[in-house]
């Protein structure tokens, strides 16, 4: 079997993997990376490389064999720093991210776009040191670069404060002498006929390969559907044989009192359970005019100034205002989004989108008695309370805008202190549905309490469907990696998607509001 680090790697997780991927004829033929990381690999590498003056790269070619050739001449030519280099040896194939050759030895540095040194990525690095070594190279020391997330921007990249070069040569030793014996392991295990059983390396639901690895597991209501409980826990019940919720409940497992309500709701059959005396208690918090806040942001490796890798930046926001009950109560099945006032921002593509999306915030929310609404407020007050330290650090640059900024972060201020956080009844469990899954995810609840109403369906919206696809949406955008047909319908799914999350909000109240006061729809 010919292996790669990835495969490798992949392997080492889970060995059925590799089995499912050659066996299944819908198996995994190569490893499909998101576009997003791929981006933040190439940002990383860029400028990590800079560590490196002087090296060389072994440009890809998707002919091993040629990367593999270049690799031998460029040595041979005499250069001591090579990017990409590429090597095969007994069916083993690598590329070292970067290769630096020193007169007694070599030395091998991999780079990663993360924040600290993974188990993996050691592991990584000891399949390269084996590979280079069975050529005939002596490893001397092995490197892991990443992302030093404490790092603050103030002008251009500094390559040696943005990376941490941490040696992991002592943690290869430890395990180098292990990797051909799991080698021969793996080409064994991927060699057998009849599919493997499943082991403790399993990822459960999280695995593509789930349903195939537990057919026996059908219902959609089993052990693995049990929220907030461990994997290697729901494993340890499944190989005893419990693989139902009931069994659960009757081994005298400890649950949480979250999940003890979602498994008594499945195995009593029960479809509410609801705390009307706590709802009302919630409702009595809101205050008018109400304003539905969602921001989306994303997260560049690349800090923009001031701020740190992969620190949010907020890129759009939509806001729904409500002035009074009256369509809520009088039409809490048919008010729709053009019965309220909405307002909405985008940010251009190219600039800081910081300062304007602080001024437009503070702008389309102004001073008065009402309350500042978000399903899951810290996520919302973080992003304000950054924004507050950024427009500070933007006035003390710009001392002659001083009085305009800092009335921004006055209103900014007032702001976070105008909060209610529409997701407390649905974590303190005073609503819960069956359907909700035992979650109390927006995107659980929607449906749950406002049923299959298409306009509230997030599948079916146009390009953009949940926040992780808005955020690196975005920011590909961003990026100049989105073709430039495709930008204006682009924006309209962003948009789209931030509108529907704070319209969801409005009918999740209303809902809210009609069950505390009148009971059931």
């Known amino acids: 079997m010919n292996f790669s680090k990835s495969k490798y790697i992949r392997g080492l997780k889970c060995p059925k993997l590799l089995w499912l991927d050659g066996h299944l004829e819908e198996g995994l033929r190569s490893i499909d990376i ?22 060389i790269e072994i440009p890809y070619d998707k002919d091993l064999s040629v990367a593999i050739e270049s690799t031998k001449l460029r040595i041979a030519e005499g250069e001591k720093k090579i990017s990409e280099a590429s090597f095969a040896v007994n069916n083993l194939f690598c590329a070292v991210d970067m290769l630096v050759i020193e007169d007694d030895g070599v030395l091998i540095y991999e780079m990663k776009s993360a924040t600290k040194v993974k188990d993996e990525y050691v592991d990584d690095v000891a399949f390269q040191w084996h590979v280079l ?16 997330n404490g790092y603050v921007r103030n002008g251009n990249i500094d390559p040696k404060g943005f990376c941490v070069v941490e040696d992991v040569t002592t943690r290869v030793l430890d395990i180098v002498d292990d990797v051909p014996v799991r080698i021969v392991g793996l080409s064994d295990y991927v060699s057998v006929v009849d599919e493997p059983c499943v082991d403790s390396n399993c990822f ?63 195995c009593n059959e029960v479809v509410e359970v ?29 800090p923009l100034f001031g701020n740190r890798p992969y620190q949010q930046v907020p890129s759009q926001f939509s806001i729904h205002k409500l002035d009074s009950l009256g369509d809520v109560l009088q039409e809490a099945k048919t008010f729709s989004m053009e019965d309220l006032s909405h307002r909405e921002f985008l940010a251009e593509l190219g600039r800081d989108p910081r300062l304007q999306v602080a001024s437009m915030l503070v702008e389309m929310i102004p001073p008065n008695n009402g309350v500042v ?3 899951n407020m ?35 201020e007032r702001i976070n202190r105008q909060f209610v956080d529409l997701m407390e009844p649905f974590k303190n469990i005073a609503f819960y549905d069956r359907s909700m899954g035992g979650s109390y995810s927006i995107k659980k609840v929607l449906p749950a309490l406002c049923g299959d109403d298409p306009e509230l369906d997030y599948s ?33 799914g962003l948009l789209a998607y931030c509108r529907l999350d704070t319209w969801a909000m409005v009918k999740i109240f209303g809902r809210l509001v009609y069950e505390s006061r009148f009971g059931s729809l």
């Open 34 to 55: 998101p576009e997003i990381l791929k981006l933040h690999g190439k940002q990383f590498a860029d400028i990590a490389n800079g560590l490196f003056p002087g090296f």
């Open 133 to 148: 070594s069975l050529c005939g190279y002596r490893v001397k020391g092995a490197f892991v670069v990443y992302v030093n």
């Open 204 to 266: 459960g639901k999280a695995c593509e390969y789930f349903s195939n690895c537990f057919k026996d597991l059908t219902n959609g209501e089993d052990i693995f559907d049990i929220a907030g409980m461990g994997n290697k826990v729901k494993l340890g019940l499944y190989f005893t044989g419990a693989k139902g919720m009931c069994e659960v409940l009757e081994a005298g497992v400890k649950l949480t009192g979250r999940q003890r309500i979602q498994v008594e709701c499945v």
């Open 274 to 302: 609801i705390d009307r005396e706590a709802l009302l208690e919630h409702v009595s918090k809101y205050r008018f005019p109400i304003y539905f806040l969602d921001f989306e942001t994303y997260q560049p490796l690349v």
């Open 373 to 375: 609404v978000a399903y």
């Open 378 to 412: 810290s996520f919302e007050k973080g992003v304000i309370s950054n924004l507050i330290k950024d427009v500070g650090l933007f006035a003390q640059m710009h001392p002659g805008h001083g009085t305009y900024l800092t009335d921004i972060i006055a209103g900014l």
């Open 460 to 492: 079916l919206l146009p390009g953009v469907h949940n926040g992780s696809e808005a955020m690196w949406i975005y920011e590909l955008m961003n990026e100049g990696l989105v073709p430039e047909d495709e930008i204006e319908e682009t924006r309209a």
